[in-house]
């Protein structure tokens, strides 16, 4: 056979090849195919695979929808045709990352997904997690932050960083912070269970009655009204009640059963601690208490 008829057959021959391989393939080996050819091996890396990208956005949308979900339902939340979403969901149903319902047809998260989320929570450290978070925001605001959490004693701080002008603030790791003098005091006497903080609240109670400080909650009523202030907002703030000039915020970091898991803080001298709610700080911070309990599994409705 002549060179020029077998090099034609071989051309033919191999694009017979692609072609059956493409039709074989699934909705994500046809779409790296597609990036294979257009893209080179550096700039893939740096690319990522949107098929991939593309398909999570329909386990996103089942992670935050505690029912399981017709084909047009699933498909209309994720922004894509039923016909696209099918192909992904086939693949996600060989997976186990996703189950249908051999009855109704719906779909929902399946006993892999159930495997990732519990491999990563028994991975998970709040703390570490926290203390990471809390320097980009110190080095970005310039804040003096800390991290609290409950201990035998109440709430407790375990981990603390000074901004570049520290407030004159007698704190130290180990502290326990009082319940109804304190931003992160408040914050735990709100969100835990009242069996864990009602000694404490009764002994503050009776020292406060003592005092002449008029700020501090001195009955049982005044200190529910400031807690339900607290869930409020959801979070904490005092302006120089534990610490003269000293002002400070405290926000709620939850883990996956809803339950507090830490409390972030920031404070700063009066006059250049933004103690306003929606203020920088305020913002800064919630967002950050909000990042974190999303890694410790949290949702904020009900799964």
């Known amino acids: 056979m002549p060179h020029t008829a077998r090099s034609g057959a071989s051309r033919n021959d191999a694009k017979a090849d692609a072609l059956a391989d493409t039709k074989a393939a699934g909705p994500f080996d046809t779409a790296e195919a597609d990036d294979d050819s257009a893209d080179s091996g550096e700039e893939k890396l740096r690319s990522g ?5 593309v398909g999570f956005r329909l386990l996103e949308v089942l992670t935050h929808e505690p029912r399981a979900m017709m084909l047009r339902d699933l498909a209309q939340r994720a922004g894509m045709s039923p016909a696209k979403a099918h192909r992904y969901l086939v693949s996600f149903l060989r997976l186990g990352v996703v189950a249908q319902d051999a009855l109704s047809g719906r779909y929902e998260l399946g006993g892999f997904a159930l495997q990732l989320g519990l491999a990563r929570l028994a991975r998970v450290d709040g703390v570490k997690l926290a203390r990471i978070a809390l320097a980009e925001l110190r080095d970005r605001l310039d804040l003096t932050v800390g991290i609290a959490v409950w201990g035998n004693q109440g709430p407790t701080m375990v981990h603390w960083m000074e901004s570049s002008h520290p407030a004159k603030a007698s704190l130290k790791l180990g502290d326990v912070m009082p319940l109804l003098s304190s931003a992160t005091g408040l914050l735990f006497a709100a969100y835990l269970p009242p069996g864990k903080t009602a000694a404490m609240i009764e002994r503050e109670l009776a020292d406060t009655r003592r005092s002449s400080h008029g ?74 208490a909000r990042k974190l309990s999303y890694e410790l599994g949290y949702s904020p409705t009900p799964r």
């Open 49 to 53: 695979i949107q098929s991939i990208e």
């Open 215 to 288: 700020v501090v909650p001195r009955t049982r009523e005044e200190v529910e009204r400031v807690l339900a202030q607290v869930r409020e907002h959801e979070a904490a703030r005092v302006e120089g009640m534990l610490l003269p000039t000293i002002h400070a915020f405290s926000m709620p970091v939850f883990d996956s059963t809803g339950e507090l898991a830490l409390g972030l803080v920031a404070l700063g001298h009066e006059g250049v601690f933004d103690i306003s709610w929606g203020g920088e700080i305020d913002t800064a911070l919630r967002e950050c």
